[in-house]
């Protein structure tokens, strides 16, 4: 791509000290993790079959990690990318060189996407070996590392879109962080129609006599919520989830049996990277040379 904001950014990141280290602790934090619930069980005298349920959380608790992690740091990664240009006063002459508004909202996007899916891809060596143990699949890892990948792309587009709003770094810094976690309630309140409408679908049907075995809808708020998203993922790939509501609620255990998870988490997907691709949009109109200057006066 011939964009040189890209292009500088990411040589001058790379180049960087912190870029070794920041993926050693990373994957460091990961590896631990999945030692700890999975290998260690291999260097015992016995090995059980009981024991595979042990590889099984690894494998969760290693994508949940590194879901909390990339949540944790990618806001903030692209908070400051324009407004501590504002603040140090060089937007102006970036502006004016000749580089787009949208070429300048993607290259700063990039430079922090390509380092955080670096990090996701890093982990990949740590997913690979639980395969082994028969606790996932090729696929499914792939699944899962995608997934990571286009949530890392939409919380960066919402920290960049923050970044164009507010004149300070530390303000659009508190603002992503607000904006997600507002986000991530707002994504949530369809989920009260949706169990409305799975329970009036599944109703209809018993009363009419004909057998269950699936319901022809997908939840709203599996689509929008990638938290949702991640369960359905997860739900999808190991049925964990399903025992364990067996205790909480008889009906959310046998609702959870007839949703189409995969379409959630396909759905899922695709809307995390229309939403980031509307974002980039957006902020690339707000920051058109010729609004940049009526604002200043």
């Keep these: 791509m011939n964009n040189p904001i890209f292009a500088f950014q990411a040589r001058r990141r790379m180049r960087s000290l912190q870029v070794p280290i920041i993926l050693t602790l990373y994957t460091s934090a990961l590896t631990a993790v999945a030692a700890l619930t999975s ?31 990339l949540l944790l740091v990618a806001p903030a990664v692209t908070a400051s990318a324009i407004s501590g240009e504002r603040e140090r006063q060089t937007l102006d002459l970036l502006l004016v060189t000749g580089t787009s508004s949208l070429k300048l909202m993607l290259g700063k996007l990039l430079e922090s ?3 955080l899916a670096l990090m996701v891809v890093c982990s990949m060596p740590v997913l690979s070996l639980i395969i082994l143990t028969g606790s996932a699949t090729v696929t499914q890892v792939l699944q899962s590392v995608a997934f990571l990948i286009l949530f890392v792309l939409y919380a960066l587009s919402i920290g960049l879109m923050c970044s164009t709003l507010f004149r300070r770094a530390a303000t659009s810094t508190i603002a992503s ?12 309140l369809p989920l009260w129609y949706d169990v409305k409408r799975i329970g009036d679908l599944y109703d209809a049907l ?22 949702l998203g991640l369960f359905a993922l997860l739900e999808s790939q190991t049925a964990v989830f399903h025992n364990s509501l067996w205790s909480v609620s008889y009906t959310l255990s046998v609702t959870l049996d007839f949703l189409p998870l995969q379409k959630c988490v396909y759905g899922n997907m695709i809307f995390m990277a229309v939403a980031s691709a509307a974002l980039i949009l957006l902020g690339a109109l707000r920051l058109r040379p010729g609004r940049e200057r009526i604002r200043r006066r």
């Design 177 to 188: 962080y607000l904006a997600v976690f507002l986000i991530g309630i707002l994504t949530l």
């Design 39 to 69: 290998y260690a069980r291999f260097l015992g005298p016995t090995f059980l079959i009981g024991d595979m349920s042990a590889q099984l959380a690894g494998y969760l608790l290693v994508l949940l990690l590194q879901f909390a992690l």
């Design 113 to 115: 996407f390509c380092f």
């Design 206 to 227: 018993t009363e009419s006599g004909i057998q269950v075995q699936a319901l022809d809808y997908t939840p709203i708020s599996f689509i929008i919520n990638p938290g």
